[in-house]
């Protein structure tokens, strides 16, 4: 049974989540925010774009803070994407559609 971590925002299988190490004996509700990719900004900008055409709700996330993004330039700033776990399968099938076609630059 997969059962939903609502500290981490994730999906597991077992008893306990893998990442806080926090007993759950919840399952995922429909708006329950789920963990959906990271990407770094650029690409993360594009998929906001993209999951706002799609009229999916999502929390974006800097995973680095400020003082780190300074040092190693925004560029390398990374972002999670949660959505809700209702539209988590919808919002895959994008991500997947997005990131896993050869890119093409000129
Ligand atoms: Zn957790």
Known sequence: MTLYCGNCYILFDGKRCPVCGRKSARGPEPDDPCFLTE???LWGEMLADVLKQNGIPFIGKNVLGAGLSLKTGPMRERIRFYVPYGRLT???DIVEGLFSAPVEEE
């Open 39 to 41: 990407k770094e900004q």
């Open 90 to 92: 919808e919002a895959g």
